[in-house]
């Protein structure tokens, strides 16, 4: 439980281009359950105050941009970004009360502690960005760098993200602040989260080495003949496992589509061709 | 004459803002926008046909299921492979697509619909026994209560005892729509955004531990949805029984069904499905087969070249952002010209009609408790009543169809994709009926549009002037405290408008 010793970091959670996905996967965090991240403490002495998050609060309309004013005017708290934010048309594909969502984003990025944008949408600009991008869709800190504004940031992709890989990234501020850049890859994700790339812990790795392959779908092996991006794909799925470990989309025998990645969906499309190694060392060099 | 303005309209999916004029505290006329275009149908032109499974779940993260039925329908169509798909690769998309569905129910009753009726002040001071409710009211005297308060303040009528009921229910909710996940998960890999769901059928063969993970995890699910959801409705519709003659909106409903039964070789109309679809027309207690050449999506009063629109199977998605008279990223979809509402309310008063036994049962049981006719279904408090009569109709369903699956048997069947090709398909989805139309040349999308439930619910208005369902819904309703329009925001909540859906 919350005590009254315990010491609350205001969360202000928006959402542009987004489909709301982030926040569902959020909902499925095993443990901590999203009850506890609501009402107890996060890390011993630390818990979150979730201020505003239009999925779930209380209040309607004015009611609740009231909320989002009185959290942002004391400054201190965590902006949370779920979506991409589309600039084209001024900024009129997204809007909120009276205000353009890339402009809100950036009121309340200047204000804020830190940005943690959750999803592939906000953090590198995701499937609103994929060609042809109709409503100029781009990653959030593209956007705050065209603004100059200079809040740290930091990604937690993924279409949507494992949730753990979004609490573990929130307690880590929490606890200590924001992190050092050498504990963020080049991409602004947390390391000790992403780590290595799924091809180098895959489960299916023995059936790679001893040439295994599947042809279609529906085979079992390695799935790298029918396109499977896990060669060039960061994350812990294949340590942590999807809802409590029960399955993940290898376990299901169906190749990673790389939704952690910069350029998703655009690099990684076709998601059942193999990759060919010109496209994977081009996509290395341009995004990491 | 006062206007308002209720903008955002949280607790839903997404982005939408409703306009009212309201007039010796009734409704005269409402206006419902919806805020967000991404561009999803242009996305998905030009790509590799199959990656539409996966790319058009990402339309919307609280149903992608039904987007990855839909859309695996339209490639089997278009591929010419229907009647190739092995049965467990039916059934397995028939448990992910039901999963969807509980998932969605519980979520929209208690995490998006129940604080419109349950006052957290209610629950301060009261001796409660459940743990997590005494959590709750620990944290709620403690602090500022945010998230769950302010809310607009109105007639909350529950009182102590049905209010600590549903404040335990909402917190347990939480688990069980996180179950419902784990149903899908166990034969899509993940969710949301499921990787099982493909042209062919599905990526993994059941076995007898998925089979025995999927049948306890359901068996729990199923015990909430009768024993607390469903009766839960029934208690909440005592307190709020007048809500049974608010939001009633247009009479028209229209549905495709879905929960393909056998294989099928290319008529939609002939497969049968768990649920079936149908058409009712202006309040007529019979139901009429579909036209799938009468539907039109119209975007007069919509931010989009008029010179895009038309019929789903050739119609484009061209936005203009400053066009005048327009209001909304929502398109109006029409049948015969006419505006429908979609949703569990439709679904269930077509399969009531048509004499679906099963929900001649339930709906009939559940009607007979709350003392309504069927008319009287397409309201605020029917809807929710509704939806969890389909809940518990979707879950019995699963528990035979989970005994149908083979161990160890295919359930993607191999194929050769062609160059060219036509598809539509078409599925039940939590919030109503979900219609995808393809066409593929040179081995490539070339066009693709969605037509989605929430699409047709929250329409603006049309060439004629015709208002949206959502918009015929509020007209009338009274709105005792303009500055808390609480009244209009139960209406609309009632249809679980899911915005990212309705425009993609």
Not at chain 2, 98 to 120: E, K, R, T
Not at chain 2, 145 to 170: H, K, N
Not at chain 2, 198 to 223: A, C, H, M, W, Y
Request: charged fraction near 25%; hydrophobic fraction near 35%; glycine fraction near 10%.
């Amino acid at each position: 439980m919350s005590s009254e010793k315990s010491e609350i970091k205001p969360v202000i959670w928006i959402q542009g281009a987004a489909c709301t996905g982030c926040a569902i996967s959020l909902m499925n965090s095993p443990y901590p359950k999203l009850k506890n991240l609501l009402l107890d403490e996060l890390v011993p002495g630390k818990s979150i105050g979730l201020k505003f998050m239009a999925t779930l609060m209380g209040g309607t309309g004015e009611l609740a941009l009231e909320v989002l004013e009185k959290t942002r005017a004391k400054k201190d708290y965590l902006l949370v970004v779920d979506g991409a934010v589309p600039v084209g048309a001024e900024g009129k594909y997204c809007m909120v009360g009276e205000e353009s969502f890339s402009d809100q984003v950036a009121r309340l990025a200047q204000d804020a502690l830190a940005v943690v944008n959750i999803g592939t949408c906000s953090s590198y600009g995701g499937i609103p960005s994929g060609n042809p991008n109709q409503t100029e869709s781009i990653a959030v800190t593209e956007h705050l760098d065209d603004k100059g504004i200079t809040t740290p940031a930091l990604n937690v992709p993924g279409c949507p993200p494992e949730p753990s890989w979004f609490v573990d990234t929130l307690a880590k501020v929490i606890i200590s602040g924001i992190p050092s850049p050498d504990e963020l890859d080049k991409t602004g994700r947390l390391k000790e989260v992403y780590g290595d790339t799924i091809h180098s812990e895959c489960p299916r790795r023995g059936d790679f080495a001893t040439g295994h392959f599947a042809r279609h779908l529906g085979e079992e092996g390695c799935l790298a003949e029918i396109g499977c991006k896990g060669p060039y794909t960061n994350s812990s799925c294949p340590n942590r496992g999807w809802h409590d470990g029960l399955n993940w989309p290898i376990g299901n025998n169906h190749p990673c589509i790389g939704c952690t990645e910069p350029g998703f969906p655009d690099v990684m499309s076709p998601f059942y061709e193999k990759f060919g190694m010109e496209e994977a060392e081009d996509m290395y060099r341009r995004l990491k | 004459m006062r206007q308002i303005s209720i903008d955002p309209i949280t607790r839903i999916e997404g982005h939408l803002k409703i306009d009212l004029d309201i007039d010796s505290g009734e409704v005269k006329s409402a206006r419902s926008s919806g805020t967000l275009f991404r561009g999803l149908e242009e996305v998905l032109s030009g790509r590799d046909p199959r990656d539409a499974s996966r790319i058009t779940q990402r339309v919307c993260g609280v149903c992608p299921a039904a987007h990855a039925v839909a859309s695996t329908l339209a490639l089997d169509d278009a591929f010419g492979i229907q009647d190739k798909i092995p049965a467990n690769g039916r059934i397995i998309r028939n448990l992910i697509l039901g999963g969807n569905f509980i998932q969605s129910d519980v979520l929209h009753f208690y995490h998006l619909s129940a604080l419109d009726y349950l006052n957290p002040e209610d629950l301060k001071g009261l001796e409660s026994h459940n743990s997590g409710v005494k959590d709750l009211q620990t944290y709620l005297e403690s602090t500022d209560g945010a998230p769950f308060t302010p809310e607009y303040s109105g007639d909350y009528r529950l009182g102590a005892e049905i209010s600590e009921a549903l404040a335990g229910d909402y917190l347990q909710a939480l688990e069980i729509r996180k179950k419902a996940h784990q149903l899908i998960a166990i034969f899509g890999g993940k969710m949301p955004h499921n990787m099982g769901t493909v042209p062919g059928g599905t990526t993994n063969k059941p076995d007898i531990d998925s089979i025995t993970k999927f049948r306890s995890r359901l068996g729990e699910i199923k015990e909430f949805v009768n024993n607390r959801y469903l009766p839960g409705i029934v208690e909440l519709a005592k307190g709020y029984n007048d809500y049974f003659g608010v939001g009633q909106g247009v009479s028209n409903f229209i549905e495709y069904g879905g929960f393909y039964l056998e294989g099928f070789a290319g008529s939609h109309k002939q497969t049968s499905k768990g649920l079936e679809g149908g058409v009712i027309s202006d309040g007529s207690d019979s139901v009429k087969d579909y036209d799938l050449s009468q539907i039109t999506e119209e975007v007069h009063h919509s931010w989009y070249k008029e010179e895009g629109q038309g019929h789903p199977s050739k119609a484009k998605t061209l936005p203009e952002a400053d066009k005048e008279d327009a209001y909304s990223w929502v398109k109006a979809p029409r049948y015969e010209g006419k505006p429908h509402e979609v949703g569990p309310t439709a679904r269930m008063m077509i399969n009531y009609l048509k004499g679906n036994e099963l929900v001649e049962r339930e709906l009939g049981r559940a009607m007979d408790k709350v003392g309504i006719e069927l008319d009287q279904l397409p309201s605020v408090m029917g809807r929710h009543l509704a939806r969890a009569v389909e809940c518990k109709c979707v879950i019995e369903l699963m528990e035979d169809w989970v005994e149908n699956l083979e161990p160890g048997k295919p359930s993607c069947a191999e194929y050769e994709m062609p160059e060219s090709g036509r598809g539509v398909g078409l599925t039940a989805a939590p919030r109503g009926t979900l219609g995808h139309w393809i066409e593929v040349a040179e081995g490539q999308i070339k066009n693709y549009q969605l037509v989605v439930p929430t699409t047709w619910n929250a329409s603006p208005r049309d060439e004629g002037g015709k208002p949206g369902p959502i918009e015929q819904s509020l007209l009338g309703t009274n709105i005792q405290d303009p500055e808390n329009p609480l009244e209009a925001a139960r209406v609309v909540r009632s249809f679980d408008p899911c915005m990212a859906c309705a425009v993609h």
